[in-house]
């Protein structure tokens, strides 16, 4: 499956962004997909994600209540809608699809097969 992760930008604190990952060459409702998101200096983290069902979400503990994970199944898209975001948002946000190991939401990179390229988020104070 090729991911295509878009819809990033500069936004002032307070404000949303919804973030989309088109997905090809597979249905996304295979596998578990989520978002992730590196800020420079710091180490990729998971931020949100589904496992194959959509029986399980998870929400980083920084994000809960703010973002939210979604999916179109008719259109192999899946999004994170970003509300009230603040500075410390600001990072790369990165679409993953995980196929071995998709009855869950995993945490660890390795397990993710496929990557998006990832699209800037910059959130200014």
């Known amino acids: 499956v090729q991911l295509q992760a878009s819809g990033g930008g500069l936004v002032q604190a307070g404000g949303s962004l919804r973030l989309s990952c088109a997905a090809s060459g597979d249905t996304f409702s295979r596998y578990a997909m989520s978002w992730f998101r590196q800020a420079p200096g710091k180490e990729r983290e998971l931020v949100a994600g589904f496992n194959w069902s959509g029986s399980r979400t998870y929400y980083a503990d920084s994000v809960k209540g703010r973002f939210t994970v979604s999916k179109d199944i008719a259109k192999n898209m899946v999004y994170l809608e970003m509300n009230s975001l603040k500075p410390e948002d600001t990072a790369v946000y990165y679409c993953?699809?995980?196929?071995?190991?998709?009855?869950?939401?995993?945490?660890?990179?390795?397990?993710?097969?496929?990557w998006g390229q990832g699209t800037q988020v910059t959130v200014s104070s």
């Open positions: 993953a699809a995980n196929f071995r190991t998709r009855v869950v939401v995993a945490d660890k990179l390795r397990l993710y097969e496929y």
